[in-house]
């Protein structure tokens, strides 16, 4: 499915999902790069590579990923920290034994021009090596001037295989330069004074997104900027000591590097004095950030598989060892006034008369960086026990050690935590059938104060300081049906999360563990053939979010932020020929907060609107080395609010389309 929709980030894989939410990046609730929430709650650090934690903030490529694993519902034991609404996994593509040779070519609107290559050689009987490269370049459909260029190089070496004894060696290498996006503004509830020139105010406006094209772009060509490199080098050590006993050993070393600056539009306060008030003059504030990640991780399974009497097991005993660093610079500064309703993007920066006001033509000074480290022991058990034909019990129980310390730009002095957690699962099938399943499971999660600092991922601050990790459980209730001999897969799920001390802050800043957020519904999928030439990949959720208690009074009540009540997501394709396919894809998405509390204590918070998004495919095989693919998104040209956060939205993209030549060997 990946191929087939011409997905080329990990984002456009996951809109495949339902229950699945975009977050803005810096500044707008999350971390840049990747930033999502799953089933209401965030999981902007639940990334996964090969089944360890992949911490840094970059925008993920498929290019060298097998499939993308997609967990829901609260699983510390698995995971560790985080994980409240689950996690994502992307596996790696591996060298193996038999040889292939994949290259593909596309070309498309938005100047878009990307090229994959895909080339595993067998290193004799037992070794094999594999490389994979990709050049992305595109513009984005329907955003001025926003564009992305990327380019990795990834390689797969690995001896022993078909022995009882193997290893590999992994390396990846991702490289971004891109003009960012931070969006169109929300327009603030007492933004009542004129416009320039005359006319109304933008009060009726209030809440709602800035009245402009969703072309609309506020940074400055040739100053916004982002500049990411990633490093993942990986080795994987695996001994069979019986068909029954099996060991696992995964090392790693990964550094993600980020050097950005955005132009934040952010309305400007015209009053003399008094109550703040607003018209259509926008301040350009230059957000400036530098962050190193660097993460020294090893990881070790021990799997056993045995009977005792009528049980047979399939027994999961692990190590996990973390080192976490990151260093992060930050800087802010007003560089230039310019107007809602027409931005010029050639414009220098020029100086405004205010005090704090960067100099004209200039970037922010970045201040010395702040650092924070993070340690963490963990150990884990697991055991999958089948009994007879038709129960199966699962459960597992996972203690962390982690001990954090953080200091402040400039060498500030900084805060230390030291927290020892336990999490826990269990899980209950039935099968009536061979081919059919009911089944209850409880998880639970934390969210330790180090991993809560929005806009830095690792740090403390004094207000976070000392309080415990946040907790939260999930209830799921479902069933799993393989229909027709197993060519169509049915999924009904009821599911019940809740994170019973959120952390909150109250009008003076103070924050605490007084929160209480529920996030409840179900889940129907189905995947699979419904004819010999008709396939279908579809799924819907329907969530109710709440946050029942809070030290802010206008959160109580609130549903929580980008937590859309319906989602809906369809993939379908029909062999019109041996050698012709189409495909129709839908995406539907609700409405959706952009925070949790009333803007301003108003009645109504500020929501993005739901829509629905249509993508269409056509491919045709000439060959069996040679195959032409047309995929058209957006098919309507619906213009929608994408990602939501802060003070700003991110608009989706316009309709676009791709022409793909994939060459096989």
Do not use: C
């Amino acid at each position: 499915m990946i191929e087939d929709r011409g997905a080329f980030s990990l984002r456009d894989v996951l809109r495949n999902t339902p229950g699945i939410s975009m977050q803005a990046g810096e500044g707008g609730g999350g971390l840049p790069g990747d930033s999502l929430s799953i089933r209401g709650f965030s999981s902007r650090s639940d990334f996964f590579l090969d089944g360890m934690r992949d911490f840094g903030a970059y925008n993920r490529d498929p290019f060298n990923t097998e499939q993308v694993e997609v967990a829901k519902g609260p699983s510390s034991t698995t995971g560790g920290r985080g994980t409240t609404g689950g996690s994502i996994n992307m596996a790696s593509k591996m060298a193996n034994l038999t040889p292939s040779n994949l290259s593909t070519v596309s070309y498309g609107s938005s100047n878009l021009y990307r090229a994959t290559v895909d080339v595993n050689e067998p290193l004799g009987e037992h070794a094999a090596f594999r490389l994979n490269g990709m050049f992305h370049h595109a513009d984005t459909p329907g955003r001025d001037e926003v564009g992305q260029e990327r380019y990795g190089i990834a390689s797969s070496l690995a001896f022993g295989l078909g022995t009882d004894t193997r290893f590999t060696l992994n390396y990846q290498r991702l490289e971004e330069n891109n003009i960012p996006d931070y969006g169109i503004p929300w327009i603030p509830t007492n933004n009542t004074l004129p416009w320039t020139g005359g006319g109304a105010g933008l009060g009726s406006y209030a809440n709602l997104p800035a009245p402009v094209s969703y072309d609309t772009w506020y940074g400055l060509r040739g100053v916004d900027y982002e500049h990411v490199q990633n490093d993942t080098l990986t080795g994987i050590f695996e001994h069979d000591f019986t068909e029954s006993l099996r060991l696992r050993n995964l090392t790693r070393y990964s550094r993600t590097h980020r050097d950005s600056l955005y132009t934040a539009p952010r309305f400007r306060d015209l009053a003399a004095g008094g109550a703040v008030q607003y018209s259509d003059a926008l301040n350009r504030q230059m957000q400036r950030r530098q962050m190193t990640s660097e993460v020294f991780a090893n990881q070790t399974n021990v799997t056993a598989e045995f009977d005792t009497n009528v049980l047979k097991h399939t027994l999961v005993a692990g190590l996990e060892l973390y080192w976490e660093r990151q260093l992060n610079a930050n800087a802010a500064g007003i560089a230039s006034v310019t107007n809602v309703f027409d931005p010029s993007v050639d414009n220098p920066p020029s100086g405004v008369p205010a005090t704090g006001d960067i100099a004209p033509g200039t970037i922010p000074g970045l201040p010395g960086a702040a650092e924070a480290h993070l340690d963490t022991i963990a150990i884990y058990l697991f055991d999958t026990v089948k009994i007879g034909r038709h129960w199966e019990v699962s459960g597992g129980l996972r203690y962390d050690h982690m001990q954090a310390e953080a200091r402040g730009a400039n060498g500030a002095p900084g805060f230390a935590n030291s927290d020892d957690l336990f999490s826990w699962k269990l899980g209950l099938v039935f099968k009536p059938v061979e081919h059919g399943s009911v089944y209850f499971g409880y998880g639970t999660s934390f969210n330790p104060t180090i991993d809560g600092a929005v806009s830095t991922g690792l740090g403390n601050t004094a207000a976070t300081a000392g309080l415990d990790p946040e907790e939260a459980r999930s209830y799921e209730l479902g069933t799993k049906w393989d229909l027709f001999d197993e060519r169509l897969s049915l999924s009904f799920a009821l599911f019940r999360s809740e994170k019973s001390n959120a952390r909150t802050t109250d009008a003076a800043g103070l924050v605490s563990l007084a929160g209480n957020q529920i996030v409840q519904g179900y889940e129907v999928g189905a995947s699979g053939n419904l004819t010999k030439n008709w396939q279908i990949f579809a799924g819907y959720a329907y969530m109710q979010s709440e946050t029942e208690a809070s030290s802010n009074a206008n959160e109580i009540g609130q549903a929580l932020s980008n937590a859309p009540e319906h989602s809906f997501n369809l993939w379908t394709t029909y062999n019109l020929l041996e050698s012709l396919q189409v495909g129709l894809g839908a995406q539907f998405v609700g409405d959706r907060s952009n925070g949790t509390s009333n803007a301003a204590g108003t009645s109504i918070p500020r929501t993005a609107p739901d829509y629905w998004t249509l993508d269409a495919m056509l491919n045709y095989k000439v060959n069996e080395k040679l195959s032409f693919r047309l995929n058209i998104y957006n098919l309507a040209d619906e213009r929608y609010i994408d990602r939501v956060g802060g003070g700003h939205f991110v608009p989706g993209a316009g309709r676009s389309a791709a022409l793909t030549a994939t060459v096989k060997f």
